[in-house]
């Protein structure tokens, strides 16, 4: 593999897909070793076949607002690779979405995917809608809408969508409920669901546990714990809350969490109970945090969320919003560890530092897996057309968060004992994928 003339070949292809372009460059700068010390991959040329998605739909989602306005939306399906299983990955609803995040997202998807050990490709979707300040109506008109043109592209041994930002349980329920109506079956088409139609416990909380278990894995390492840890959040949403909620019953403290307009700090540790409150039941802004807790900080500067002192450091917003200068100001904090609940919310220079200096940093595709984890875990549960209970399915999101941690050490320790998370996570992801990819033929 030649990492730059590859690179140059695929802008060309693929003007300004900027994040589309960061990831698989961050991947390949993983892999290109392991890469080019097998000569079997380019024999069949696996990097090409690798970084172009298997299928892209784009589509227009008309909708009428409440005022009767009619609104046009564009949707998009991104089904990346299936060597491993059907695609499987989220739904995105948020006015940035644009083909280059989508791609993005399901090119991670496949790796991420690979590492749970569950039979899953990867893909995603999502539209660019904005769904703050809309009337329930007008979601579930949204939702039927976008159904009406993807439901012809799903199906519970195809393509099964989750949600991710701006599509939690309501807009899954919506939408599910008008594929059903479309297609006249009760499947397994979507994870997410209702636990009383069809859903798997702890599939809500999957993430954000997930994330805390492998933090605690990584502290376990090290012969720490997460009793009095203080620990940094950003975002406000489902990843966010509930890697809070885990993070408070393993003892630590959770002193920042954050959304578009800004973020809280408070030292003493925040109440998690109103920020749940405020953004799962009352859709509100985090800075209404501040009419009970006065006396707490709020800063419409976002990403200085990094600049506070903390052990550990979770984003868990979007992608992007840890940048070089954050980096700098964690390490010299002392930052013990970085693990991404979001996808790609590291910068590629921040990256680079964190790697650089050695610190403790566990990537996405990694620590966020087990959204997806449970997922797979929801769409076993589905074929078998039973129901396993909360405490089983805890006990194997744990093991697959464990044994995804162990699989970083295996392919990412280097000489001197410091384990690359970034590099373990993409090697070990592709290993599979590309030996699926053979496996099967031309694909
Ligand atoms: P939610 O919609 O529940 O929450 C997203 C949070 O991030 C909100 O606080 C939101 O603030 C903030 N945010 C989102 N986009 C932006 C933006 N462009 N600029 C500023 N703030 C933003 O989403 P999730 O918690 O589900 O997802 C968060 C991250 O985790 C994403 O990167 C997602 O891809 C990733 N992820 C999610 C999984 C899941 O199971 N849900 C699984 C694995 C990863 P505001 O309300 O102001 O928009
Ligand atoms: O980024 C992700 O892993 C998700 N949004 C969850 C995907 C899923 O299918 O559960």
Wanted: net charge neutral; proline share 3%.
């Amino acid at each position: 593999m030649n990492l730059h003339d590859t690179m140059i070949f695929l802008e060309k292809k693929n003007p300004g897909e900027k994040e589309f372009l960061q990831a698989v460059r961050e991947v390949l700068e993983s892999i290109k070793e392991v890469y080019n010390q097998n000569p079997q991959f380019e024999a069949v040329s696996l990097l090409d076949r690798l970084i172009e998605p298997e299928r892209v739909i784009i589509f227009k989602v008309p909708w009428q607002n409440d005022e009767g306005r009619i609104i046009i939306n564009r949707g998009f399906h991104v089904e990346f690779n299936s060597a491993l299983g059907p695609y499987k990955g989220g739904l995105r609803f948020h006015p940035s979405v644009n083909l280059s995040i989508l791609k993005f997202m399901a090119f991670e998807q496949t790796f991420k995917n690979s590492l749970t050990g569950l039979p899953m490709g990867g893909g995603e979707g999502g539209a660019d809608f904005d769904p703050k300040g809309k009337s329930n109506n007008e979601i579930l008109r949204f939702c039927q809408s976008f159904m009406d043109e993807l439901y012809r592209h799903i199906g519970p041994e195809t393509d099964i969508p989750a949600g991710d930002i701006g599509v939690g349980s309501r807009e899954i329920g919506y939408l599910f409920g008008h594929y059903k109506r479309l297609v006249n079956r009760f499947e397994g088409v979507f994870t997410g669901k209702g636990t009383t139609w069809g859903g798997s416990w702890i599939r809500k909380e999957a993430t954000g546990y997930g994330l805390a278990y492998i933090a605690r894995k990584f502290l376990e390492e090290q012969n720490d714990s997460m009793k009095g840890k203080t620990v940094l959040i950003s975002g406000a949403g489902n990843v966010a809350l509930h890697a809070a909620e885990k993070v408070y019953q393993l003892g630590g403290k959770v002193v920042t969490f954050s959304d578009s307009d800004g973020y809280i700090y408070d030292p003493k540790g925040i109440d998690l109970a109103l920020v749940k409150d405020i953004k799962e039941v009352n859709r509100g802004r985090i800075k209404e945090y501040l009419e009970k807790f006065p006396k707490t900080t709020f800063s419409e500067k976002r990403n200085d969320v990094w600049k506070h002192k903390g052990d550990i450091a979770l984003p868990c917003a979007t992608e992007n919003e840890l940048d070089l200068e954050a980096a700098q100001a964690l390490y010299k904090n002392g930052c013990k560890l970085i693990a991404e609940g979001a996808n790609m919310p590291t910068t590629s220079d921040a990256t680079e530092f964190l790697l650089q200096q050695r610190a403790g940093f566990i990537p996405g595709k990694a620590a966020n897996a087990g959204g997806v984890a449970v997922s797979g875990l929801e769409m076993t549960q589905n074929s078998m057309k039973l129901m396993w209970n909360r405490e089983e399915v805890d006990i194997r999101l744990h093991r697959i968060m464990v044994d995804i941690h162990d699989t970083c050490v295996k392919y990412g320790k280097e000489k001197d004992g410091y384990v690359n998370y970034v590099k373990g996570a993409n090697i070990a992801g592709f290993l599979k994928v590309a030996q699926a990819m053979i496996d099967q033929g031309i694909m």
